[in-house]
């Protein structure tokens, strides 16, 4: 059965950093398309970021450019979200999301706040 556990989330100062990990079990993650996605409350969840299977491609939500960077290791079944440079308005629950043409799962989501 395929499954998406996040980790990492928790509170932060603005301007400090996490690492968000997505692990993966259950399906040929290298061969998935895999991304972040957030939602802060009262919101529409949304895009962060995306990597292609090879990991060579990445793109960003413009709110985050310069400041998240993902990455993926296909021998560890992982996803990760290394985000810098927090700011209040990147509170959230972040999702990693793993998808190809037929099938995509989603993880239960990490909490991440920021604040003083």
């Known amino acids: 059965q395929a499954r998406l556990v996040e980790s990492g989330g928790g509170l932060v100062q603005p301007g400090g950093s996490l690492r968000l990990s997505c692990a993966a079990t259950g399906f040929s993650f290298r061969t998935y398309f895999l991304s972040w996605y957030r939602q802060a409350p009262q919101k529409e969840r949304e895009l962060v970021a995306s990597i292609s299977t090879s990991g060579e491609s990445t793109n960003y939500a413009d709110s985050v450019k310069g400041r998240f960077t993902i990455s993926r290791d296909n021998a560890k079944n992982t996803v990760y979200l290394h985000m810098n440079s927090l700011k209040p308005e990147d509170t959230a629950v972040y999702y990693c999301?793993?998808?190809?043409?037929?099938?995509?799962?989603w993880g239960q989501g990490t909490q991440v706040t920021v604040s003083s």
């Open positions: 999301k793993a998808e190809n043409v037929v099938f995509n799962f």
